[in-house]
């Protein structure tokens, strides 16, 4: 029997090197000697791990995706917090990781938008697993919606659905900001705007 251990660690740690990379630099601006450098694999290796650069890629925004996945899945599901306070905290966490001096990315934004705004309008294949990774987090955010207007948390006649694709497209349009800043401010005020707006009677 083969033993495979090693050539998974090799592939994870390409993945793992190739995210951190990417969401600094973006896919155009990614070198696969880079990742390779990085790892200190050799160059012959990347390529029985991945067929291109784009496969590679694609596999980053998996890896990258079942990361956030899991994460939110912890907050969205924890029954401890008032479902709204849920959607604050969604916000909370992404200020207190650029405010984190042990974060490396600081403002540089998610990683996941960020490749939403370099590749998906050029790349189909991009844009149907970028799109799927939003449309994961925008289920996510109804369900907890739904939670609150059981609640009596929030009306009757808000629509979770799309008020989840309005909190997350906002959530992106603050990220976007929050570069051109280099400061979180922008998505504390689409927290604070959401939340007044969900709970105004």
């Known amino acids: 029997m083969r033993d495979t251990t090693k050539k998974d660690d090799t592939r994870q740690r390409l993945i ?32 029985h791990f991945f067929r291109s650069k784009e496969d590679f ?50 403002t540089c934004g998610c990683p996941i938008g960020n490749l939403v705004q370099e590749m998906a309008h050029i790349n189909p294949a991009f844009r149907q697993r970028l799109d799927g990774v939003m449309r994961r987090l925008e289920r996510g ?6 939670e609150a207007q059981a609640a009596g948390d929030l009306g009757s006649g808000a629509d979770p659905d799309e008020l989840a694709r309005f909190i997350a497209a906002c959530g992106q349009g603050a ?17 604070d705007f959401l939340m007044a707006m969900m709970t105004a009677r």
């Open 16 to 47: 793992e090197a190739g995210a951190g990379i990417m969401h600094r630099k973006g896919y155009n601006g990614t070198g696969i000697q880079e990742v390779l450098d990085a790892c200190g694999v050799p160059k012959g290796s990347f390529y």
């Open 57 to 106: 890629a694609l596999q980053v925004v998996d890896h990258q995706a079942a990361f956030m996945a899991e994460r939110l899945r912890q907050l969205f599901s924890d029954a401890a917090i008032a479902p709204l306070e849920r959607v604050r905290k969604f916000f909370d966490l992404s200020i207190e990781r650029t405010q984190d001096p042990a974060n490396p990315f600081g």
């Open 141 to 146: 955010l109804a369900s907890v919606l739904r």
């Open 175 to 191: 990220m976007l900001r929050m570069k051109a800043e280099g400061s979180p401010a922008p998505l504390a005020r689409a927290r």
